[in-house]
Each structure stands twice: as structure tokens, then as C-alpha cells.
């Protein structure tokens, strides 16, 4: 196990409601990125917290939006849900102040299902 | 912007035997990084293997190795003496080592299968 965990696992909301995903990073790492999978496809990066401010960001509409708290931890927000955002969200922790290439460690993912 | 293809939707293999999955990359980035990752059903992430553009040698990390052919813009993973617990999906990433967002570009997967 990782030690980076999401909650909840799998999750139920209709069209048009707001969700909220929550992660908990791995002790020591201060950044915490968020990939949405749809089924049969690889990851796609949503954005990345790096002490608390968004660092980054990929293709995704103002709508999807996120936290980072002081302890790491994060909160990905997900107003007016499509059908289309039914996926697999995962979280990912990592430090940036090592070398670019340590691992992101990834939690198990919510599975969000939009009906 | 990154690029990632992974041209074998699904691969069987028979258990203790080797198997190669392929990936090729495209990117405009002179310094990048290359993954891979391994997705078993419960939906984990799990990392097996990393190899830097700048890297000499062919990264290894116990019976999992990476094929770099840089000019050729490949990484291909081989899995030696397959085990029946390597049935999963199998995903290829790549990362800038320029930028400060640590973004990974996944391709579209590999399902493997073990066959006793």
C-alpha cells in the first residue's frame, strides 16, 4: 500500500449536482495531482497542488476545481456533473522538492458514476 | 506537448514465459522522464519502473526491464518469468523534467494476461 488514500471509493450523483473527492497525501510528500480515467482509457491530468496553490493544470473546464489544505491533503470539486464525467478519480502524491523523478504514489480511486 | 502509444490493446502470455509490451513516445521536451505503470482491477496505480532521456543504461527493477531506444522514441517494458499475478493493465507515462507541474501523459494501456 501507497498510504495515499481517497475517500469516498465509489460514489452515485445525477446530472447537474456538485461532488467533492477527498485525498490524503503520503506522509512527507507536498504535492497531490488529480487524473481522471474514463473506462478503457489511460489517466488524463487534471491539476496539481503544490503548497496550497494549483500548479498546473490540464484540459478541463473552470468547473472542475480543487483545495489543498496545510497537512497536503486535497479536495477535488466537481460542479454541474455530465454524464460524461462518470470515471475513475485518481490521486496522486509526490515531492517536488526531490528529483523529478520520484514516483507519484497513487491512491485507489473514486469511482464516480453519473447518472 | 507529450505523447504516448501504446499500439497493443491486449496481450496473452504463458506463465514463466517473457513478454514484451510496447510503447513509443512523442515529445518536444530535451529532458523527460518515462514510466510505467501497473493497474491491477481494484484500480491502484502501482509504479514498477522509471527511465530518464539522459539515462545511459536500460533501466531494471527485478523481473520488470525497459527497452529505451531513444532515437527510435521507445520504451518498451519486458516482464521476465511472467506470474500469474501480473495480469493487470499495464500503462506507459512520460513526464517533462523541465516544467514545475509534475504531469504525467499516460497512453491508453496494455491488458495483459497470464496463462497457467
Known amino acids: 500500500e501507497t498510504g495515499v488514500t481517497q475517500s469516498p471509493t465509489h460514489l452515485i450523483k445525477t446530472r447537474g449536482q456538485q461532488v467533492t473527492l477527498r485525498c490524503s497525501s503520503q506522509?512527507?510528500?507536498?504535492?497531490v495531482s488529480w487524473y481522471q480515467q474514463a473506462l478503457g482509457q489511460g489517466p488524463q491530468f487534471i491539476f496539481q497542488y503544490y503548497r496550497e496553490e494549483e500548479n498546473g493544470r490540464g484540459n478541463f473546464p473552470p468547473r472542475f476545481s480543487g483545495l489543498q489544505f496545510p497537512n497536503y491533503s486535497s479536495e477535488l470539486n466537481v460542479n454541474a456533473l455530465e454524464l460524461d464525467d462518470s470515471a475513475l478519480y485518481l490521486c496522486a502524491s509526490s515531492s517536488l522538492a526531490g528529483a523529478k523523478n520520484t514516483e507519484a504514489f497513487f491512491g485507489q480511486g473514486t469511482r464516480l458514476t453519473v447518472v | 506537448a507529450q505523447k504516448i502509444t501504446q499500439t497493443q490493446p491486449g496481450m496473452f502470455v504463458q506463465e514463466k514465459e517473457a513478454v514484451t509490451l510496447d510503447c513509443t513516445y512523442d515529445t518536444s521536451d530535451p529532458s523527460y522522464g518515462l514510466f510505467w505503470y501497473k493497474q491491477p482491477s481494484s484500480g491502484e496505480m502501482i509504479f514498477l519502473i522509471y527511465q530518464g532521456s539522459y539515462d545511459q543504461q536500460n533501466a531494471t527493477e527485478g523481473r520488470y526491464s525497459l527497452n529505451f531506444q531513444k532515437a527510435r522514441k521507445s520504451a518498451n517494458l519486458v516482464i521476465s518469468a511472467s506470474q500469474l499475478g501480473d495480469s493487470a493493465m499495464y500503462f506507459c507515462a512520460t513526464l517533462s523534467l523541465g516544467g514545475s507541474a509534475r504531469q504525467l501523459t499516460f497512453g491508453s494501456g496494455t491488458q495483459l494476461t497470464v496463462l497457467p
Open positions: 506522509s512527507g510528500h507536498n504535492t
